[in-house]
C-alpha cells in the first residue's frame, strides 16, 4: 500500500478484482437442485469443449541469440577484425588489449595476446577500430583506429604497425606509423575496412558530445575531417603525407574540401561493411534525438546531419555541403532504438534463408534486423530478434557466418531459429470466436463456463464486473498446498467489464471491455476485447493495450457530462502482477477467501464453494475446509453490517495485496493480504521508507491516529503517490472513510506527536462550531489556512468534507483554499473536487517521447524531487556521490554514460534492458517462505540477497526449495505517470547533468 509509485496503474482485472455489484447471477447449462447435507444446488456440470483459445496472437520472432565460443570471456570488446589467411578473430578491448582466437573450434578455451596499445601509448583512452591489410599474407600489416583524450585537435588517430611472423601472431609495438588525424570528442567513428578497391575507408563522427547536436557544426561543412567516411590510399605515400588520395574520390577538385572524404553528412558512423559481391558500402550511423539510421552510402553522399537527422529537422539554418541531402535507407524510431550498430551481410549456408541479408542491431534495446536491398530499394526488412545484449561489434569469419558482440557480457553470440513459438494465427481476435459465449449480443454464455462471484470486490471508479471460469472438459482444480491452488492447461477465467455512463441509472449499462486470462500450462497469459458501440461483440486488442474515451453523466444533471479515460492494459502490463514465478499468484480473484460465500443457482441458493466442489470444479477439501470454519473468508468492505476490522483488512486485500506481498513489485516490504495478523503486516506503527508526504512522526498505519497515517493519505489524494496504484483513478471516497475509522478504533499509538493531531482536531471542531456566527471570513479564512499548514491537518479537513455537516459556503471555501495551496501535498487532497478535464495534466501511462524531451527541464528542480519528492524519492534505491542508497546503481556518472533519450527510455520501462547484476532473484523455501531481491553472494552453504528494503537476507541451502531468475528490474514501472511534463523535465535534466 505504501510504495506507490512501485505499482503499475492499469485497470486491468489481471491485477486485481474488480468492484462488482452483487448480482444474483443465473448460471447457464447448469442444472438446479435443492441443497442438502450431501448435494448441492448444482447437479451436475456440462463439460466446456469448446475453446479456441490456444497459443498467442502476437507473432513471434523468427530467431533468438545463443551463446558462440561459451568458454570465452573479454572486457568490453568494441571492434572485431580477421587477417586474410588467418582463421582468427582479433578482439579489440576497448580499454587497449587486443586478443585473438581460432574460430574454426566453439569449444575454444584460450585466447592469446596479441598487442597491449596501452602498454606503448600511454595516454591510450579507447581502442575503436582495428582491420588487417588485404594482402596480408605479402604486406603483414595491422591498421589501428584509438582515442587520446576528448578534445585534442588529432586525439583521434589511425596507425598501422607491422605484425610479427609468430604463432600464434603478436604485433610489433614499435612499429606504428600515424597515418591520420583528427579532433577526438564524443563521436569519433574509427571503424576501418579496407573496400573491394584495396582502398582503406575510415569512418570519422562530429566530435561532439550527445547533446546539444554538432557543436562544431561540423556535418555539413566539407573542410575538415569530422562526420565524414574517408577514403585513402595507404599501400602510396603521398609527397607530403604517408598516404595518397586516390583520384575519383568526389571532392579531389572541391576548393576548400579534404580530399580524403568520400562521403559526409554523419553523425557518428558506428561499424561499416561492404556488400561482398556488388561492393555496395552500407553504414550504421547514431541518431541524435528521435531516429537511427541506417545508409547504403554513395560516392560523394550527404546524409544530412545536422541540417536534419534523418528526415527530422535539427539545425536547418545551417548552410548544407556541396552535394544534395540524400534520404536514409532504414530508419529506426527511438521507440525501438536508441544506438544503431551497423553489421554484415550474411552468407553462411547455416542459415539459408538468410543468405544475403544484411544484419544489424542496436546498442540499447539489443534489438537485431536483417535487409535484403536489390533494384535500388530494400524490399525485405524484418525485426529478426529481440535479445539482452549490448550490441557493440559484430563479426564475420571466412564462411559468412555473422557473430553478434555484447560488450557488457564480453561474449559473441550468433542467431539460431526460435526453439519453440506459441504463436498461433487462428488466435481468436473476435470474443465470439473464443468458445466461451453461446451468444455475445447477449451476453449468453458457452456450456460449460461458470459465473462466479466474490466477497470482496475491488474499487475499479465506478466499474462493475461479471466474472466466470471455464475447465477443459471435466478437469478440476488441484490443492498443491495450503492457499495454493493448480489449474488444468487451457483454463480460462474471464470478466466482463460494464460502467454506468449515467451514473446512478442502471439503464445506462455500457460494457466496456471483457478480459481473459488463459493457463497455457506454464503460465497464465492475459488477453483483453474491446466491446463495440452496438454491444453486440468485442475485438482483441492490440499487444500495446487501448484507451477508451467516455462521456459520464449523473442522475442530477444528465446533459452535463464530463470526459473521463478508460485504459484498456496491454499483454505487458498484464504480466506485471501475474508474475510467471508462482502460477499461484498470478489468479487474484479466484481464492477460497472470495469464493466463501452464497450464490444464487436458478430457483436455489448454495455455497459456492460448495456448489463448485459438487460439479469438481474445486476439490472436496477446499469444501471441507470452508465447511470447518479453516478458510479465511472475506466482507464487502461496504457492508455496514460487518466488523469494520473485517471490512478493512478485506478492502485491503483486494486492492492492494497483489502488489503489497512477497514477489508482488511493492517497494515496500509490507503484507496487506487479510491472513496476516497485526504484526505480519509489518506495517502497523511502522516507519513509511517511501517518503512521509509532510506528515510529523508518519507511520505506514499510525494506531489510533488516521491523520498521521501514510496509507489513509494515499488512498485519499491524486498525483504522485496514490493508493490503490493500479486500476482507478479515482478517490473512493467510502473507502477513505472506511480506512480512517479502522485506524481510528485500533489500540492508540503513545507517540507523543499525537498531541499535535489532537490540537489540529480542537481547531477543526471549533472551526466548524463557530463558522455559522463568525461573519468575518477573512478570519475563517485564516483559520482554515492554519489548519491546512500540516499534510495532517488537510486530511482532517478533507475528512470533515465528507462527513460533518457544514454550510455550502464553508465547504466552498475550504474547498478552494485547498485546491490553491502551494503544497501540492495538500491540493492532491483536495484535486478531485475539481472538474476532470480542469485538473493538473500529468503525463499518465501513454508518454510522448519526443515532446518531452524537447521540454528544458531546470537541474536544480529536477535535484528537489530526486532527494524529496514524497512518494518518488531515487535517493531511497540510488546514490548520488555520498548521498542515497546503494540497492540499484551508483547515478553519479550516469549523465555520462546515457543520453537525454536513454534516461528516459530506463525510467520508462525499466526492465527492457537492465545489467545482470540486478536481476531479481526470487527464493522459496522449503517452509514456502518466498523472498526475493539481488543476489550478494552464492556459496554452498547459502546465499545472500539484498532486499527491497537494502537489508542484507542469508538463506541457508539446505533450506532453498527454489531459486528464479526474472530479468525484471527491481525499479519500479510507470515512475513519471504520475507527473507533469515539467516535473519530468526537471528530473531529466538533473540525472543529464550528473557526469
Given at each position: 500500500?505504501?510504495?506507490?509509485?512501485?505499482?503499475?496503474?492499469?485497470?486491468?482485472?489481471?491485477?486485481?478484482?474488480?468492484?462488482?455489484?452483487?448480482?444474483?447471477?443465473?448460471?447457464?447449462?447448469?442444472?438446479?437442485?435443492?441443497?442438502?447435507?450431501?448435494?448441492?444446488?448444482?447437479?451436475?456440470?456440462v463439460p466446456w469443449t469448446t475453446s479456441k483459445i490456444k497459443g498467442t496472437p502476437d507473432p513471434a520472432l523468427p530467431y533468438e541469440t545463443?551463446?558462440?565460443?561459451?568458454?570465452?570471456?573479454?572486457?568490453?570488446?568494441?571492434?572485431?577484425?580477421?587477417?586474410?589467411?588467418?582463421?582468427?578473430?582479433?578482439?579489440?578491448?576497448?580499454?587497449?588489449?587486443?586478443?585473438?582466437?581460432?574460430?574454426?573450434?566453439?569449444?575454444?578455451?584460450?585466447?592469446?595476446?596479441?598487442?597491449?596499445?596501452?602498454?606503448?601509448?600511454?595516454?591510450?583512452?579507447?581502442?575503436?577500430?582495428?582491420?588487417?591489410?588485404?594482402?596480408?599474407?605479402?604486406?603483414?600489416?595491422?591498421?589501428?583506429?584509438?582515442?587520446?583524450?576528448?578534445?585534442?585537435?588529432?586525439?583521434?588517430?589511425?596507425?598501422?604497425?607491422?605484425?610479427?611472423?609468430?604463432?600464434?601472431?603478436?604485433?610489433?609495438?614499435?612499429?606504428?606509423?600515424?597515418?591520420?588525424?583528427?579532433?577526438?570528442?564524443?563521436?569519433?567513428?574509427?571503424?576501418?575496412?579496407?573496400?573491394?578497391?584495396?582502398?582503406?575507408?575510415?569512418?570519422?563522427?562530429?566530435?561532439?558530445?550527445?547533446?546539444?547536436?554538432?557543436?562544431?557544426?561540423?556535418?555539413?561543412?566539407?573542410?575538415?575531417?569530422?562526420?565524414?567516411?574517408?577514403?585513402?590510399?595507404?599501400?602510396?605515400?603521398?609527397?607530403?603525407?604517408?598516404?595518397?588520395?586516390?583520384?575519383?574520390?568526389?571532392?579531389?577538385?572541391?576548393?576548400?574540401?579534404?580530399?580524403?572524404?568520400?562521403?559526409?553528412?554523419?553523425?557518428?558512423?558506428?561499424?561499416?561493411?561492404?556488400?561482398?559481391?556488388?561492393?555496395?558500402?552500407?553504414?550504421?550511423?547514431?541518431?541524435?534525438?528521435?531516429?537511427?539510421?541506417?545508409?547504403?552510402?554513395?560516392?560523394?553522399?550527404?546524409?544530412?546531419?545536422?541540417?536534419?537527422?534523418?528526415?527530422?529537422?535539427?539545425?536547418?539554418?545551417?548552410?548544407?555541403?556541396?552535394?544534395?541531402?540524400?534520404?536514409?535507407?532504414?530508419?529506426?524510431?527511438?521507440?525501438?532504438?536508441?544506438?544503431?550498430?551497423?553489421?554484415?551481410?550474411?552468407?553462411?549456408?547455416?542459415?539459408?534463408?538468410?543468405?544475403?541479408?544484411?544484419?544489424?542491431?542496436?546498442?540499447?534495446?539489443?534489438?537485431?534486423?536483417?535487409?535484403?536491398?536489390?533494384?535500388?530499394?530494400?524490399?525485405?526488412?524484418?525485426?529478426?530478434?529481440?535479445?539482452?545484449?549490448?550490441?557493440?561489434?559484430?563479426?564475420?569469419?571466412?564462411?559468412?557466418?555473422?557473430?553478434?558482440?555484447?560488450?557488457?557480457?564480453?561474449?559473441?553470440?550468433?542467431?539460431?531459429?526460435?526453439?519453440?513459438?506459441?504463436?498461433?494465427?487462428?488466435?481468436?481476435?473476435?470474443?465470439?470466436?473464443?468458445?466461451?459465449?453461446?451468444?455475445?449480443?447477449?451476453?449468453?454464455?458457452?456450456?460449460?463456463?461458470?459465473?462466479?462471484?466474490?466477497?470482496?470486490?475491488?474499487?475499479?471508479?465506478?466499474?462493475?464486473?461479471?466474472?466466470?471460469?471455464?475447465?477443459?472438459?471435466?478437469?478440476?482444480?488441484?490443492?498443491?498446498?495450503?492457499?495454493?491452488?493448480?489449474?488444468?492447461?487451457?483454463?480460462?477465467?474471464?470478466?466482463?467489464?460494464?460502467?454506468?455512463?449515467?451514473?446512478?441509472?442502471?439503464?445506462?449499462?455500457?460494457?466496456?471491455?471483457?478480459?481473459?486470462?488463459?493457463?497455457?500450462?506454464?503460465?497464465?497469459?492475459?488477453?483483453?476485447?474491446?466491446?463495440?458501440?452496438?454491444?453486440?461483440?468485442?475485438?482483441?486488442?492490440?499487444?500495446?493495450?487501448?484507451?477508451?474515451?467516455?462521456?459520464?453523466?449523473?442522475?442530477?444533471?444528465?446533459?452535463?457530462?464530463?470526459?473521463?479515460?478508460?485504459?484498456?492494459?496491454?499483454?505487458?502490463?498484464?504480466?506485471?502482477?501475474?508474475?510467471?514465478?508462482?502460477?499461484?499468484?498470478?489468479?487474484?480473484?479466484?481464492?477460497?477467501?472470495?469464493?466463501?460465500?452464497?450464490?444464487?443457482?436458478?430457483?436455489?441458493?448454495?455455497?459456492?464453494?460448495?456448489?463448485?466442489?459438487?460439479?469438481?470444479?474445486?476439490?472436496?477439501?477446499?469444501?471441507?475446509?470452508?465447511?470447518?470454519?479453516?478458510?479465511?473468508?472475506?466482507?464487502?468492505?461496504?457492508?455496514?453490517?460487518?466488523?469494520?476490522?473485517?471490512?478493512?483488512?478485506?478492502?485491503?486485500?483486494?486492492?492492494?495485496?497483489?502488489?503489497?506481498?512477497?514477489?508482488?513489485?511493492?517497494?515496500?516490504?509490507?503484507?496487506?493480504?487479510?491472513?496476516?495478523?497485526?504484526?505480519?503486516?509489518?506495517?502497523?506503527?511502522?516507519?513509511?521508507?517511501?517518503?512521509?508526504?509532510?506528515?510529523?512522526?508518519?507511520?505506514?498505519?499510525?494506531?489510533?491516529?488516521?491523520?498521521?497515517?501514510?496509507?489513509?493519505?494515499?488512498?485519499?489524494?491524486?498525483?504522485?503517490?496514490?493508493?490503490?496504484?493500479?486500476?482507478?483513478?479515482?478517490?473512493?471516497?467510502?473507502?477513505?472513510?472506511?480506512?480512517?475509522?479502522?485506524?481510528?478504533?485500533?489500540?492508540?499509538?503513545?507517540?507523543?506527536?499525537?498531541?499535535?493531531?489532537?490540537?489540529?482536531?480542537?481547531?477543526?471542531?471549533?472551526?466548524?462550531?463557530?463558522?455559522?456566527?463568525?461573519?468575518?471570513?477573512?478570519?475563517?479564512?485564516?483559520?482554515?489556512q492554519g489548519i491546512l499548514g500540516t499534510t495532517s491537518g488537510a486530511l482532517l479537513l478533507l475528512d470533515a468534507l465528507d462527513q460533518r455537516?457544514?454550510?455550502?459556503?464553508?465547504?466552498?471555501?475550504?474547498?478552494?483554499?485547498?485546491?490553491?495551496?502551494?503544497?501540492?501535498?495538500?491540493?492532491?487532497?483536495?484535486?478531485?473536487?475539481?472538474?476532470?478535464?480542469?485538473?493538473?495534466?500529468?503525463?499518465?501511462?501513454?508518454?510522448?517521447?519526443?515532446?518531452?524531451?524537447?521540454?528544458?527541464?531546470?537541474?536544480?528542480?529536477?535535484?528537489?524531487?530526486?532527494?524529496?519528492?514524497?512518494?518518488?524519492?531515487?535517493?531511497?534505491?540510488?546514490?548520488?556521490?555520498?548521498?542515497?542508497?546503494?540497492?540499484?546503481?551508483?547515478?553519479?556518472?550516469?549523465?555520462?554514460?546515457?543520453?537525454?533519450?536513454?534516461?528516459?527510455?530506463?525510467?520508462?520501462?525499466?526492465?527492457?534492458?537492465?545489467?545482470?547484476?540486478?536481476?531479481?532473484?526470487?527464493?522459496?523455501?522449503?517452509?514456502?517462505?518466498?523472498?526475493?531481491?539481488?543476489?550478494?553472494?552464492?556459496?554452498?552453504?547459502?546465499?545472500?540477497?539484498?532486499?527491497?528494503?537494502?537489508?542484507?537476507?542469508?538463506?541457508?541451502?539446505?533450506?532453498?526449495?527454489s531459486m528464479v531468475v526474472q530479468k525484471k528490474s527491481i525499479m519500479p514501472e510507470q515512475l513519471f505517470r504520475d507527473l507533469t511534463a515539467?516535473?519530468?523535465?526537471?528530473?531529466?535534466?538533473?540525472?543529464?547533468?550528473?557526469?
Amino acid at each position: 500500500m505504501i510504495a506507490a509509485e512501485n505499482l503499475p496503474r492499469f485497470r486491468s482485472w489481471f491485477l486485481f478484482p474488480f468492484i462488482v455489484i452483487l448480482l444474483m447471477l443465473p448460471i447457464a447449462h447448469l442444472q438446479a437442485q435443492e441443497p442438502s447435507d450431501s448435494g448441492s444446488g448444482i447437479a451436475k456440470r456440462v463439460p466446456w469443449t469448446t475453446s479456441k483459445i490456444k497459443g498467442t496472437p502476437d507473432p513471434a520472432l523468427p530467431y533468438e541469440t545463443e551463446r558462440a565460443f561459451p568458454n570465452l570471456k573479454f572486457n568490453q570488446p568494441l571492434a572485431i577484425a580477421t587477417a586474410p589467411g588467418q582463421k582468427r578473430f582479433f578482439v579489440a578491448e576497448r580499454k587497449g588489449k587486443i586478443f585473438s582466437f581460432p574460430y574454426e573450434d566453439q569449444s575454444v578455451s584460450q585466447t592469446d595476446l596479441f598487442f597491449d596499445l596501452k602498454e606503448r601509448v600511454k595516454d591510450l583512452n579507447e581502442i575503436y577500430g582495428i582491420t588487417f591489410h588485404p594482402q596480408f599474407e605479402k604486406q603483414p600489416f595491422v591498421y589501428i583506429c584509438y582515442v587520446l583524450k576528448p578534445g585534442l585537435p588529432a586525439g583521434t588517430r589511425v596507425s598501422r604497425f607491422k605484425v610479427m611472423d609468430t604463432n600464434p601472431p603478436r604485433c610489433d609495438p614499435d612499429s606504428e606509423e600515424i597515418l591520420i588525424e583528427w579532433l577526438s570528442g564524443g563521436h569519433n567513428g574509427g571503424c576501418l575496412r579496407f573496400g573491394p578497391d584495396g582502398y582503406l575507408y575510415i569512418s570519422t563522427g562530429d566530435g561532439g558530445p550527445a547533446s546539444p547536436p554538432d557543436i562544431h557544426n561540423a556535418g555539413q561543412d566539407v573542410s575538415n575531417l569530422l562526420s565524414c567516411v574517408l577514403r585513402i590510399d595507404v599501400d602510396h605515400p603521398g609527397k607530403e603525407l604517408p598516404y595518397s588520395i586516390p583520384s575519383d574520390n568526389p571532392f579531389v577538385n572541391q576548393p576548400g574540401a579534404r580530399p580524403e572524404i568520400w562521403a559526409f553528412g554523419f553523425r557518428n558512423p558506428w561499424k561499416m561493411c561492404f556488400h561482398p559481391e556488388n561492393g555496395d558500402l552500407w553504414v550504421g550511423d547514431v541518431g541524435w534525438e528521435l531516429w537511427e539510421l541506417v545508409f547504403r552510402v554513395e560516392k560523394g553522399g550527404n546524409y544530412g546531419w545536422s541540417i536534419r537527422e534523418g528526415r527530422q529537422p535539427v539545425k536547418p539554418e545551417l548552410k548544407p555541403g556541396p552535394t544534395p541531402i540524400l534520404p536514409p535507407t532504414i530508419e529506426h524510431s527511438h521507440r525501438e532504438a536508441r544506438s544503431i550498430t551497423g553489421g554484415y551481410f550474411y552468407q553462411n549456408p547455416r542459415l539459408k534463408e538468410l543468405k544475403d541479408t544484411y544484419i544489424y542491431g542496436d546498442y540499447s534495446t539489443g534489438k537485431l534486423w536483417g535487409l535484403r536491398y536489390a533494384d535500388k530499394r530494400v524490399n525485405w526488412h524484418q525485426e529478426l530478434a529481440n535479445s539482452t545484449l549490448k550490441v557493440t561489434a559484430f563479426a564475420l569469419d571466412d564462411t559468412g557466418e555473422v557473430y553478434i558482440v555484447d560488450i557488457e557480457g564480453g561474449a559473441f553470440h550468433r542467431l539460431v531459429p526460435i526453439k519453440e513459438s506459441d504463436h498461433n494465427p487462428k488466435f481468436p481476435t473476435l470474443l465470439s470466436q473464443t468458445g466461451l459465449f453461446e451468444s455475445t449480443k447477449t451476453h449468453q454464455v458457452a456450456p460449460g463456463v461458470i459465473p462466479y462471484s466474490i466477497n470482496a470486490p475491488a474499487w475499479a471508479d465506478y466499474a462493475t464486473a461479471e466474472r466466470f471460469v471455464a475447465l477443459p472438459g471435466d478437469s478440476s482444480v488441484e490443492v498443491v498446498k495450503k492457499q495454493e491452488w493448480k489449474f488444468p492447461k487451457d483454463s480460462v477465467l474471464m470478466k466482463t467489464i460494464s460502467l454506468e455512463t449515467e451514473r446512478g441509472n442502471p439503464q445506462s449499462t455500457r460494457r466496456l471491455e471483457t478480459q481473459l486470462l488463459h493457463f497455457n500450462g506454464a503460465r497464465w497469459l492475459g488477453y483483453s476485447y474491446r466491446w463495440n458501440e452496438e454491444q453486440t461483440d468485442a475485438e482483441l486488442v492490440s499487444r500495446e493495450g487501448d484507451n477508451l474515451k467516455l462521456e459520464i453523466s449523473s442522475q442530477v444533471n444528465p446533459q452535463e457530462k464530463v470526459s473521463s479515460d478508460w485504459h484498456i492494459p496491454s499483454r505487458a502490463e498484464c504480466a506485471v502482477c501475474h508474475t510467471p514465478f508462482q502460477n499461484h499468484l498470478s489468479v487474484l480473484s479466484f481464492e477460497a477467501a472470495q469464493l466463501n460465500r452464497n450464490q444464487k443457482y436458478g430457483d436455489m441458493v448454495d455455497n459456492q464453494i460448495r456448489a463448485l466442489a459438487h460439479i469438481k470444479v474445486l476439490p472436496e477439501s477446499v469444501w471441507n475446509e470452508a465447511k470447518a470454519s479453516k478458510t479465511l473468508t472475506l466482507a464487502n468492505p461496504h457492508n455496514a453490517s460487518v466488523d469494520v476490522k473485517l471490512r478493512a483488512r478485506s478492502y485491503l486485500h483486494a486492492n492492494c495485496r497483489h502488489c503489497h506481498r512477497n514477489n508482488g513489485g511493492g517497494g515496500s516490504t509490507i503484507e496487506l493480504g487479510a491472513s496476516f495478523d497485526r504484526a505480519g503486516m509489518k506495517a502497523v506503527g511502522v516507519k513509511p521508507t517511501q517518503g512521509t508526504f509532510g506528515i510529523t512522526e508518519a507511520r505506514i498505519i499510525s494506531p489510533g491516529d488516521p491523520f498521521r497515517s501514510v496509507l489513509l493519505y494515499r488512498i485519499s489524494k491524486l498525483g504522485k503517490g496514490r493508493m490503490p496504484y493500479s486500476g482507478s483513478s479515482m478517490v473512493d471516497v467510502k473507502a477513505t472513510q472506511l480506512i480512517r475509522e479502522w485506524i481510528e478504533r485500533m489500540q492508540t499509538s503513545s507517540d507523543d506527536s499525537s498531541f499535535t493531531v489532537l490540537r489540529l482536531r480542537n481547531y477543526q471542531r471549533n472551526l466548524l462550531a463557530d463558522s455559522v456566527q463568525i461573519e468575518d471570513q477573512e478570519f475563517v479564512s485564516q483559520k482554515i489556512q492554519g489548519i491546512l499548514g500540516t499534510t495532517s491537518g488537510a486530511l482532517l479537513l478533507l475528512d470533515a468534507l465528507d462527513q460533518r455537516p457544514m454550510s455550502e459556503q464553508m465547504k466552498d471555501q475550504i474547498i478552494q483554499l485547498g485546491t490553491q495551496d502551494q503544497s501540492p501535498l495538500v491540493s492532491d487532497l483536495f484535486e478531485r473536487f475539481i472538474p476532470e478535464d480542469q485538473r493538473v495534466k500529468r503525463l499518465g501511462l501513454k508518454i510522448d517521447e519526443g515532446t518531452l524531451l524537447s521540454i528544458q527541464g531546470d537541474a536544480r528542480e529536477g535535484k528537489k524531487l530526486f532527494f524529496e519528492m514524497a512518494g518518488l524519492q531515487c535517493r531511497n534505491c540510488h546514490r548520488v556521490h555520498q548521498y542515497g542508497k546503494e540497492l540499484g546503481p551508483d547515478l553519479t556518472q550516469i549523465g555520462k554514460k546515457l543520453s537525454r533519450a536513454e534516461l528516459l527510455e530506463n525510467i520508462i520501462q525499466p526492465s527492457k534492458k537492465i545489467d545482470e547484476k540486478y536481476y531479481t532473484h526470487v527464493i522459496e523455501t522449503q517452509s514456502g517462505k518466498v523472498y526475493t531481491g539481488l543476489l550478494v553472494k552464492k556459496e554452498d552453504g547459502g546465499i545472500t540477497i539484498r532486499d527491497s528494503k537494502n537489508e542484507l537476507l542469508q538463506i541457508p541451502q539446505n533450506e532453498i526449495e527454489s531459486m528464479v531468475v526474472q530479468k525484471k528490474s527491481i525499479m519500479p514501472e510507470q515512475l513519471f505517470r504520475d507527473l507533469t511534463a515539467e516535473q519530468a523535465a526537471h528530473l531529466l535534466a538533473y540525472l543529464e547533468s550528473l557526469k
